[in-house]
């Protein structure tokens, strides 16, 4: 079992940045793939960024490249999401989530076992 907090959202400019955070419980951090979905109003969860056990696979929805970054902090049992040049398409509530299976680089969500509560990202144009 593992518990996700996330933090950092707010409301931003078109152009600005936001960084996420996304604290996970328990002493098996390295062994779960993480990412961050995000859902706006009226739409499904889609998937914005994942990365695998150590950090080296990043993948991202081809809507962030260039933009996201995320990454993992093994001594904080911590994953950022890095937001830079904010667009207003980019509200939604962000989540995170976890998993121990193979398919953590397919960007479906219900290959993740767990959530967190997620938090509000909104851009303003």
């Known amino acids: 079992q593992v518990q996700l907090v996330e933090s950092g959202g707010g409301l931003v400019q078109a152009g600005g940045s936001l960084s996420l955070s996304c604290a996970t419980s328990?002493?098996?951090?390295?062994?779960?793939?993480l990412a961050w979905f995000r859902q706006a109003p009226g739409k499904e969860r889609g998937f914005v960024a994942a990365t695998n056990w150590d950090g080296s696979s990043p993948h991202y929805a081809d809507s962030v490249k260039g933009r996201f970054t995320i990454f993992r902090d093994s001594t904080k049992n911590t994953v950022y999401l890095q937001m830079n040049s904010l667009k207003p398409e980019d509200s939604a509530v962000y989540y995170c989530?976890?998993?121990?299976?193979?398919?953590?680089?397919?960007?479906?969500?219900?290959?993740?076992?767990?959530w967190g509560q997620g938090t509000q990202v909104t851009v303003s144009s």
């Open positions: 328990g002493r098996t951090f390295n062994n779960y793939a």
């Open positions: 989530a976890a998993t121990r299976g193979a398919g953590w680089h397919t960007g479906v969500h219900h290959e993740y076992d767990y």
